[in-house]
């Protein structure tokens, strides 16, 4: 498989197996009302309750003092690196050279990849200037056949008429451990009002109301037997369309007609459908690449938020908002399973997490760990009622992890 080479590469590629491991060591100046205290890996402190921590310090030896703990175990990494823009940001050096932006982020993907658990996966918050070469090295740390798909997330809805063109979207690159056991995994989303509307019961189902889809698929990827022409219980035949299959072999379609999961119409001549009902446990969305403002918010939805918690005056300048993060953990995860962020900035990933139901590990090496990460961890145990609080019917840490003795 080609491989990405930079000016000091081969560093970057040994440096994981070169950083010694760090003892762990509680810091008590994160005090309660945080949950209760945990070993802290490398950096100056980290507070938790059982599994959920957050670590001031360099992430790199944080992810491998974490190793001997959690190596495998991790469900969903989520990660929003400093995209090399070459700006000057408040709380990131946002201006590294791109060979060194590669050999900082190189050995950082390859320890987030001995935490991952065999169905677990990594997602990556990017932009144009370093998208192309991140998924070269993705491939390469985590394996081409691993990658899973590139999300476009419109991250402003404002047009930007100084620059040649107004660029309103950045990227999520997605990667699993195991492709299979992450499609198997992975939940889908929840349906929507307008995909609702589409399920009826015109035939007084007692199963509920339902939905009707395609009996017949693309010929390319059929067998034989899936080649008939198909007898309708009033004797009607219906003939394939051209390059079309049916999506059952005959007797399958014949077994589904008895269950009445085909439909053909109210009188019984109509284009054999298959019914889906809304009661099925497997109903729900297929998560899409396209990820809208309106959908998941935007960099200024994220902002307003901060500053609805008065965490500090001065706002990150490119926060994620939390609804985004819901739908990556939801997709990723399930309640209890660890979610894991090495760049936590200003904490959502954490804060979501959180109201979620999910552990978390969180790792910041910037002061900010203190004044907004400590704080914002807070807020969201005391019942804070931004973000996604009122959708998840978030009511505080006795309504996920009680404090202890609460």
């Keep these: 498989m080609p491989t990405l080479h930079w000016l000091n590469d081969e560093e970057a590629r040994k440096q994981s197996r070169q950083i010694p491991y760090r003892l762990l060591e509680a810091d008590a100046t994160l005090s309660a009302p945080l949950p209760a205290e945990s070993p802290s890996p490398s950096g100056r402190g980290a507070r938790g309750e059982g599994e959920n921590m957050l670590i001031q310090g360099d992430n790199l030896e944080a ?4 190793l001997p703990y959690y190596a495998g175990q991790v469900k969903c990494i989520y990660i929003d690196p400093p995209y090399n823009t070459q700006s000057a940001f408040e709380h ?3 201006n590294l050279e791109h060979a060194t932006w590669l050999t900082t ?3 950082r993907l390859e320890m987030l990849r001995e935490l991952l658990s ?8 990017i932009d144009d200037n370093e998208v192309h070469y991140l998924k070269v090295i993705m491939d390469e740390v985590f394996g081409r056949k691993n990658f899973i798909t590139t ?4 991250q402003r809805t ?3 008429n100084r620059k040649v063109f107004s660029n309103n979207h950045e990227y999520i690159l997605l990667s699993a451990k195991n492709p299979v056991a992450f499609g198997e995994a992975r939940n889908s989303l929840d349906l929507d009002e307008e995909v609702l509307s589409r399920y009826k019961n015109p035939d007084n189902d007692p199963r509920g109301s339902w939905q009707s889809v395609s009996a017949n698929a693309q010929a390319g990827h059929g067998t034989p037997d899936q080649f008939y022409v198909l007898v309708a219980p009033n004797g009607k035949t219906h003939e394939l369309p051209p390059g079309r299959c049916w999506t059952y072999t005959e007797r399958k379609m014949q077994e589904e007609i008895a269950k009445n999961n085909i439909w053909f119409g109210k009188d019984g001549n109509g284009v054999p459908r ?8 497997s109903n729900g969305l297929t998560p899409e690449t396209l990820w809208l403002a309106d959908e998941v918010g935007t960099n200024d939805h994220a902002k307003k938020g901060l500053i609805r918690l008065s965490l500090d005056e001065e706002v990150f300048d490119t926060p994620k908002p939390e609804i985004l993060l819901k739908r990556v953990i939801h997709i990723a995860s399930e309640k209890g399973d660890i979610v894991l962020d090495s760049f936590l900035g200003s904490g959502t990933t954490a804060a ?5 139901g999910r552990r978390y590990i969180g790792i910041e090496m910037g002061e900010h760990a203190v004044t907004h990460c400590v704080p914002r961890l807070r807020k969201v145990i005391e019942g804070e009622q931004g973000g996604i609080s009122k959708e998840v019917n978030w009511q505080g840490a006795q309504a996920g992890f009680p404090l202890p003795g609460a």
């Design 352 to 356: 979501v997490a959180h109201k979620m």
């Design 274 to 281: 298959v019914k889906k009902f809304l009661s099925e446990p």
């Design 92 to 94: 990131y050096d946002d």
């Design 151 to 154: 999300i476009i997330w419109q």
């Design 105 to 107: 982020i190189y050995p």
């Design 158 to 160: 404002s047009r930007e």
């Design 63 to 66: 992810l491998k003092a974490l």
């Design 118 to 125: 065999d169905d677990g996966s990594i997602w990556i918050s």
